[in-house]
C-alpha cells in the first residue's frame, strides 16, 4: 500500500495589487456594483502583469460583505466580465471586514500547497448599492401566492397586501446579536480602555497626512486605477489637522459620559475594490518579476463581544485582534520588535488604540507609532469592507519593497461578529 507524501510548503510571494480609488458612498460610485468596481481592479491587474494569456493565473478570489442575489457568483462572473481568461476558476468567500485578507490567504494556501502556481485575491463592496430586502410580510404573502393551487388560492392570497408591506428591509450597521452599530460597540470598548478624544484625532490627522504624502511620492502610482473619474481616494483631506478634527461634534457613544467618537476619527461608509496578485517564486522568476515581500504566517480569532462588552469591553466587538497577533507571533517566535513596519486596520481610531492598549497588556512591546500605518489607512482611504485586506496586502508589500533591504510588516484587521484575521509580510 502507497501513500501519498505531504507536499513540500512553498513560499508565497506578493507579486503586486491594483485597486480602485475608495469613493464615499453615494458618491462618484453610487451606480456602480461590486462587480463593476472588481472588473476595473482586476482588469487593471492583468494589464499592469500581462496576465492576459490563456492559463496566466490558476485561481481568482474573491468576495464581497453587501451583496444582491445577483452577487451570489461574484467572483466568477468578474472574471467572465474581466481581461483575465475566462477559464480561470474563480469562488467567492466572505468574513466581513477581514474577507479580502482571508482571500488573499485562502489563495495563498494552495499556492504553498502547490495546488496552483499564481491566483489573484481581494474584494469590493459598496454601500451605495447595498441590497433591500422585501418586508418579512410581504414576503410571507408571496410565498403564500406562490405555493397557492388556483388562480382564486393566488389571488386570495395577494389580496393580504397591505400599504406597509411595500416598505423595504434597509440594511442596518448593526450587529444582529446585540441591535449595536459598530461604532457604538466600538464607544463602549473606547470607555472600557480609556482612549481619549485627542488620541483619536491625532491618528486620524496623521493618517490623511500620510496617505496624502504617499500619493505625493508616487508609492501608489501602481497600486491605483483610475475609476469614475477618481484617481484619488475620495475621503482623503490632505489638511486634516488635530484641531481641524477637534471641532467636530461626537456620533457615538452619546449615551455615556464624554462620548469621544466623531465622524472625523471614525471611517465613513465607502464604495471600492481591491486585489492582490500572489504567486510561487518560480512563477515569478519564470516572467521575470520581483516579489515585493513573502506571506509566511497568518491567524484569526474571535471573540465573544456579545457578553463582552457587556462585563467590560475588553473583548469588545473590534477586539478579536488583540488574541490574533500574539497567538501568531508566539508561533512564529517573533515580537513586536521584530516588525519594522505595522498595519492596523482603522475603522475607529479608538478601536486603533485600543489594539494597540491591549497587545500591550498581553505582553508585547508597544508599538512605535513611527512604524505604524505608514501610508496612512482607513480613516483616510475609507473603508469597502471587503476590499480593506487586499489594499492593506498590497500597500505593504509595497511599503516593505521599497526598503531594498530584509524587512518584516505586521497585518491586523478587526472584523464584525468579533472577528479578527492578521498576518506578516517579509521580505528577505
Aim: one cysteine or more; aromatic letters at 4%; proline letters at 5%.
Amino acid at each position: 500500500m502507497s501513500t501519498l507524501k505531504p507536499a513540500a510548503v512553498r513560499r508565497v510571494a506578493v507579486i503586486g495589487g491594483s485597486r480602485v480609488p475608495f469613493a464615499r458612498s453615494d458618491g462618484p460610485y453610487a451606480t456602480a456594483s461590486n462587480q463593476e468596481m472588481l472588473t476595473a481592479a482586476l482588469d487593471g491587474l492583468v494589464e499592469r502583469y500581462g496576465l492576459q494569456g490563456p492559463g496566466a493565473v490558476g485561481e481568482f478570489v474573491a468576495g464581497a460583505v453587501l451583496k444582491h442575489s445577483r452577487d451570489f457568483n461574484l467572483a466568477r462572473e468578474t472574471v467572465l466580465g474581466s481581461t483575465l481568461d475566462a477559464r480561470t476558476p474563480a469562488y467567492d468567500i466572505q468574513q466581513a471586514c477581514g474577507t479580502g485578507l482571508q482571500a488573499v490567504i485562502a489563495a495563498a494556501n494552495k499556492i504553498a500547497l502547490g495546488q496552483t502556481e499564481a491566483a489573484i485575491a481581494g474584494g469590493a463592496d459598496t454601500a451605495s448599492d447595498a441590497p433591500l430586502g422585501v418586508n418579512d410580510d410581504l414576503r410571507k404573502v408571496l410565498l403564500e401566492a406562490r405555493r397557492a393551487k388556483s388562480l382564486g388560492g393566488r389571488l386570495k392570497a395577494l389580496a393580504k397586501v397591505r400599504p406597509g408591506h411595500l416598505v423595504p428591509d434597509v440594511p442596518r450597521n448593526a450587529e444582529p446579536r446585540t441591535g449595536l452599530s459598530m461604532g457604538e460597540h466600538a464607544a463602549v470598548t473606547a470607555r472600557a480602555w480609556g482612549i481619549t478624544r485627542e488620541a483619536q484625532d491625532e491618528l486620524a490627522a496623521a493618517s490623511h497626512q500620510r496617505l496624502a504624502a504617499a500619493y505625493e511620492r508616487g508609492l501608489l502610482t501602481d497600486l491605483v486605477v483610475p475609476f469614475r473619474g477618481l484617481a484619488r481616494d475620495q475621503n482623503l483631506r490632505p489638511g486634516s489637522t488635530v484641531e481641524k478634527l477637534a471641532r467636530l461634534k461626537p456620533v457615538f457613544g452619546l449615551d455615556g459620559p464624554d462620548p469621544t467618537m466623531t465622524a472625523g476619527n471614525s471611517t465613513p461608509l465607502t464604495d471600492g475594490a481591491a486585489l492582490v496578485l500572489l504567486a510561487s517564486e518560480e512563477w515569478a522568476a519564470e516572467r521575470g518579476l520581483e516579489p515585493l515581500a513573502h506571506l509566511t504566517a497568518y491567524e484569526t480569532a474571535a471573540v465573544d463581544f456579545v457578553r463582552g462588552d457587556v462585563a467590560d469591553g475588553e473583548d469588545g466587538l473590534l477586539m478579536a485582534p488583540a488574541y490574533a497577533v500574539p497567538r501568531m507571533l508566539e508561533r512564529a517566535g517573533l515580537g513586536m520588535a521584530d516588525f519594522d513596519l505595522v498595519e492596523v486596520h482603522e475603522a475607529f481610531a479608538s478601536q486603533v488604540l485600543a489594539t494597540l492598549a491591549a497587545w500591550e497588556k498581553r505582553g508585547l512591546a508597544p508599538v512605535d507609532r513611527a512604524r505604524l500605518n505608514v501610508a496612512g489607512s482607513s480613516l483616510a482611504t475609507g473603508h469597502p469592507f471587503a476590499a480593506t485586506g487586499a489594499r492593506i496586502v498590497a500597500t505593504l508589500a509595497k511599503l516593505l519593497a521599497e526598503r531594498d533591504a530584509p524587512a518584516r510588516g505586521l497585518i491586523s484587521i478587526c472584523a464584525a461578529g468579533g472577528q479578527g484575521v492578521t498576518a506578516i509580510l517579509e521580505r528577505t
